[in-house]
């Protein structure tokens, strides 16, 4: 029963990364369908409102993948705090470690890129400036490369309870 539960957990993690990923990316496309201008590194376009939708959801599905696996994955290895703890634990818990320190990393940066992308095409955002491309859909990318590290963590991590 647990195994099914966990499998579930995973699917259900990866479906929202995959979405978010998904929803990012067609942002991107949205974006780029509105009229710009573009001269050098400066660039002057309207907002595009889908752009802004799909954006604001792939933000937020992100951040509800990332809170869902940290809370169900659990913190069995918080305890590790120097150097000499980690080298001591097992190779299980170091792989946990490393995976939670990915996720955190992948998820700031991914949410940044989305934040970024997604205020860009904000209503009293149509303006001049330097170019800010593709943050939408480097975002959306590293939604897929989130649901890898969630579900690794979240395995490792519940591996390190049988032990």
């Given at each position: 029963m647990?195994?099914?539960?966990?499998?579930?957990?995973?699917?259900l993690i990866v479906a929202m990364d995959v979405m978010a990923g998904i929803l990012g990316i067609e942002a991107e496309i949205a974006q780029n369908k509105v009229k710009h201008l573009r001269l050098w590194i400066f660039e002057c376009k309207e907002p595009s409102q889908q752009a802004f939708k799909l954006g604001l959801g792939a933000a937020a599905l992100l951040g509800i993948a990332h809170v869902?696996?940290?809370l169900l994955g659990g913190c069995n290895n918080c305890n590790i705090?120097?150097?000499?703890?980690?080298?001591?634990?097992?190779?299980?818990?170091?792989l946990s470690q490393a995976c939670l320190i990915f996720t955190?990393?992948?998820?700031?940066?991914?949410?940044?890129?989305?934040?970024?992308?997604t205020l860009s095409n904000h209503k009293s955002r149509a303006s001049c400036g330097f170019s800010h491309h593709h943050f939408l859909s480097i975002g959306g990318i590293l939604c897929f490369v989130h649901a890898l590290f969630c579900v690794s963590?979240?395995?490792?991590?519940?591996?390190?309870?049988s032990e």
């Open positions: 647990a195994k099914l539960v966990g499998a579930l957990i995973c699917l869902i696996a940290n705090c120097s150097q000499q703890e980690f080298e001591k634990a097992s190779p299980s818990k170091q955190w990393i992948i998820f700031a940066v991914g949410l940044s890129m989305l934040a970024i992308g963590y979240y395995v490792s991590t519940t591996a390190t309870l």
